[in-house]
């Protein structure tokens, strides 16, 4: 087995944040942060407590402000939404500051969700918009790594789930966050699955970038006429297509979707327009069920990374998520039907 590969093991159990994240002690050092920054506060309202994130609504004379701290597994977002604000300025929010484990940005108004209501032009404008945030950021590719965003190649697919397969089925039984071992046994044996699905995306040959990795119509603003996405802590780099996952996943259980309904497709095209000029259309919608499939190992990665520092509580409430996703790869993605490739290349 190849020596130092970054997930060769689970991260270590730490502290939980969310303890010091209740008290008024916390309260306190955030209002003075924010003050440091934006000036005298004159209101704080807790908005968001979670194991993995608090949120503060921070007023001012000026405006409002929302102040966050993630966990430790996922604070790459402070270093990647400000680079992200550095380089592409238009598609993502404004970043008043990220430093010292916190992250203030400028309050935008109601996300999308509440702007722009359920119509699925919106899912297609969301989906398009998020595939040209990632081609923008193709030729920085060296500056998203450089940071310390986890990188996952389709190539080490196999070799991934393979080891957090073996990981979480290896924990206690009585851990909240073990992989059953029926499901462990039928992940084994689809493997070969995975490896196929791996060498057909990675034969499309398009290039790594950023994968949001929790897309959504709450993850957005559209602040005059410009989709603006925030919310990166799940993020990776990947290829491109896994970030398709869960806008489809919520999409199809919206409108009752199956995997070949064309109102899904309708949205994912406009996602592959985009890259379009480099993979034929033809070959992107036949490998997109592999992509969606892969992207649930992202979802995995993203629990890993929290869980560490869940509370006994909250592990008990979250602890299964990881082994949850790991158990729905070998179930269909939310697209599947090739019957449209015949439609256009």
Known sequence: MPEGRWYDELPA???????????????ERVRTWCEAIVGPVTAMRQQKLRGWATVWRVETADGAWFAKQNCPGQQIELPLLALLARIVPDRVIPVAAARDGLLLTPDQGE???ETAGGDLENWVRLAREAALLQRELVPHHTELVGIGMTQLRPEESVDYLSARIEQYAGLPAEDPRVLAPEVAARLRAH??????????VAALGLPLTL????????????????????????????????????????????????GEDPRLWRVVDAALEVWSDLVSTRELRAALPAALSLG???????????????????????????????????????????RRLAAGD
Request: aromatic share 10%; with cysteine.
């Open 111 to 113: 996300v999308f969700y």
């Open 211 to 258: 994968n949001h990795n929790d897309l959504h119509e709450n993850n957005v603003f559209d602040v005059d006429g410009r989709l603006r996405f925030f919310d990166f802590g799940d993020a990776l780099v990947t290829e491109p297509l896994g970030v398709l996952l869960i806008p489809l996943n919520i999409l199809g259980e919206k409108l009752g979707a199956d």
């Open 191 to 200: 493997l070969p699955v995975v490896r196929r699905w791996a060498e057909d």
């Open 13 to 27: 159990r730490e502290t939980s944040l969310s303890k010091a994240w209740h008290t008024d002690e916390f309260r």
């Open 296 to 338: 649930r190992l992202g979802r995995v990665e993203s629990w890993v990374r929290c869980q560490p520092s869940l509370s006994g509580e909250e592990l008990g409430k979250w602890g299964q998520v990881a082994a949850a996703w790991l158990g729905t790869l070998d179930a269909d993605p939310p697209v599947t039907s090739s």
